[in-house]
């Protein structure tokens, strides 16, 4: 993918995510839903066009992007040796 079109996925991403944080959650980072699209929406099946690209991006829920998340900290969760958990625990506990 050419510099051109990839700056206009990631301002596409951009906006999409500001629309998030106003409608739905605050805390969602472009990495988030960056992450997600990568991760899931085309990991199988990258867009063919800038136009389906952006379509995928406009269509993401902040539902896909907290269950793929989700799905990301488990498997990561599961990598870890009992006193990387331990540690992580400890960081959030109060």
Same mark, same amino acid.
């Given at each position: 993918?050419?510099? +051109?079109?990839?700056h206009?996925?990631?301002?596409?991403?951009?906006? +999409?995510?500001?629309?998030?944080?106003?409608?739905?959650?605050?805390?969602?980072?472009?990495?988030?839903?960056?992450?997600t699209?990568?991760?899931?929406?085309?990991?199988?099946?990258?867009?063919?066009?800038?136009?389906?690209?952006?379509?995928d991006?406009?269509k993401?829920?902040?539902?896909?992007?907290?269950? #793929?998340?989700?799905?990301q900290?488990?498997?990561?969760?599961?990598?870890?040796?009992?006193?990387?958990?331990?540690?992580?625990?400890?960081? #959030?506990?109060?």
């Amino acid at each position: 993918m050419d510099s +051109k079109l990839q700056h206009q996925i990631e301002l596409a991403i951009a906006i +999409k995510t500001s629309q998030l944080q106003r409608c739905d959650l605050k805390s969602i980072t472009e990495q988030h839903v960056r992450d997600t699209l990568y991760g899931s929406v085309w990991k199988n099946r990258p867009p063919k066009t800038f136009s389906k690209a952006v379509d995928d991006i406009f269509k993401i829920t902040v539902n896909e992007i907290v269950a #793929y998340l989700s799905s990301q900290a488990i498997i990561l969760g599961g990598q870890m040796d009992e006193s990387e958990l331990d540690a992580l625990i400890g960081e #959030y506990s109060w």
